[in-house]
Every structure is written in structure tokens, then in C-alpha cells.
């Protein structure tokens, strides 16, 4: 899988968590940058990355992942 292709679906897998289809997420977009993803949905969002990619991420690397392109990254480690 690509970069582009584990971004796109993190971008749906969040726009179907928040109910939001406007959500546009970049490598470099943080939490902070989409509207109503505050904690709660942050490990909803995890675990369906997870759930759909078959991996498990470590709970440190969950807390300490600074942007969604980090996620990816880690992502495309697992999953190659």
C-alpha cells in the first residue's frame, strides 16, 4: 500500500467517526486541526485503523504519535 492510499482511508475511516465529510486529512495534520476529534474518538479512530488493517500499534507509540503521518508511517511498517 501506498502513503496516499492508508491516508485516504484514515481520511474516511475519521470522516465516519466525526460524521463529517469535509475532513481533509494531511500528513502533517494534527488532532488539533479537525473539529470535535478530542480524545474519546482519537482511540475510536486507532482502533479502526487498527480493525482494518489487521495490526496492533503500542500503546507508547499511540500516545506519543504527533501528526496522522506518523500514524501512516508506522502503518506502512506494519503492514509491508
Known amino acids: 500500500m ?3 492510499e492508508i491516508l485516504s482511508s484514515f ?14 486529512l494531511a500528513m502533517d495534520t494534527r488532532r488539533d486541526d479537525v473539529p470535535n476529534w478530542d480524545s474519546f474518538n482519537y482511540i475510536n479512530f486507532i482502533v ?18 504527533p501528526d496522522i503521518g506518523a500514524i501512516v508511517k508506522e ?3 506494519m503492514v509491508a
Open 11 to 24: 481520511t474516511r475511516i475519521l470522516r465516519d467517526l466525526l460524521l463529517d465529510d469535509s475532513i481533509e
Open 2 to 4: 501506498t502513503q496516499q
Open 75 to 77: 502503518t506502512m511498517k
Open 48 to 65: 479502526a485503523v487498527e480493525m482494518e488493517f489487521g495490526l496492533k500499534f503500542k500503546v507508547a507509540d499511540i500516545e506519543s504519535f
